[in-house]
T-cell receptor
Framework: DTAVSQTPKYLVTQMGNDKSIKCEQNLGHDTMYWYKQDSKKFLKIMFSYNNKELIINETVPNRFSPKSPDKAHLNLHINSLELGDSAVYFC?????????????FGPGTRLTVT | AQSVSQHNHHVILSEAASLELGCNYSYGGTVNLFWYVQYPGQHLQLLLK??????LVKGIKGFEAEFIKSKFSFNLRKPSVQWSDTAEYFCAVNSGSARQLTFGSGTQLTVLP
């Protein structure tokens, strides 16, 4: 009964490939997020999305695109992977109504680009 | 744009020592403040949060934090740390109208047995 789950946990791939990371939440939340954690543990928001709007951090390359088939899922698709994309990617979710934006995080996906 | 500063990058303590981790933010309006902990190899877990009311908030595992509006600070404290508190600690903030969290750079806490 994991609240926020991500697959895969580890992803090793070569430069130039296209890959996706899946995220699912069973909390009934209406907003989901993707964060990137670099090798120095710095966490940076990439996207936030609910059924009303997608907010993109302006520093995120357009090779990254979130795709939401429904409220419970927000997948991250990455085109033409680069070495600098190696990081841990965390999905999170929150409920816009109620406690303001308390976010619940998934276990992370460690992406290694070779 | 809001920003969060955590000045202690790495703190090393012995068990039973007291802990205080600094967190300062730059935003003049209404803020929501959070401390998250990340144990080695694990995801972020919420330790405590402040939205309004009593500026001294208590969280899980004996942690507490005090919101001092005049100092734009939200420092994390624990009277007596344990070896199991070894982890990375992140302060985060969002403003009243924003969903996204802005995180500090994190503080690695190492507790020696």
């Amino acid at each position: 009964d994991t609240a926020v789950s991500q697959t895969p946990k580890y992803l090793v791939t070569q430069m130039g490939n296209d890959k996706s990371i899946k995220c699912e939440q069973n909390l009934g939340h209406d907003t989901m997020y993707w964060y990137k954690q670099d090798s120095k543990k710095f966490l940076k928001i990439m996207f936030s999305y609910n059924n009303k709007e997608l907010i993109i951090n302006e520093t995120v390359p357009n090779r990254f695109s979130p795709k939401s088939p429904d409220k419970a899922h927000l997948n991250l698709h990455i085109n033409s992977l680069e070495l600098g994309d190696s990081a841990v990617y965390f999905c999170a979710s929150s409920q816009e109504q109620g406690f303001p934006y308390e976010q619940y995080f998934g276990p992370g996906t460690r992406l290694t680009v070779t | 744009a809001q920003s969060v500063s955590q000045h202690n990058h790495h703190v090393i303590l012995s068990e039973a020592a007291s802990l205080e981790l600094g967190c300062n933010y730059s935003y003049g309006g209404t803020v929501n403040l959070f401390w998250y902990v990340q144990y080695p190899g694990q995801h972020l877990q919420l330790l405590l949060k402040y939205f309004s009311g009593d500026p001294l908030v208590k969280g899980i595992k004996g942690f507490e934090a005090e919101f001092i509006k005049s100092k734009f600070s939200f420092n994390l404290r624990k009277p007596s740390v344990q070896w199991s508190d070894t982890a990375e600690y992140f302060c985060a903030v969002n403003s009243g109208s924003a969903r996204q969290l802005t995180f500090g750079s994190g503080t690695q806490l190492t507790v020696l047995p």
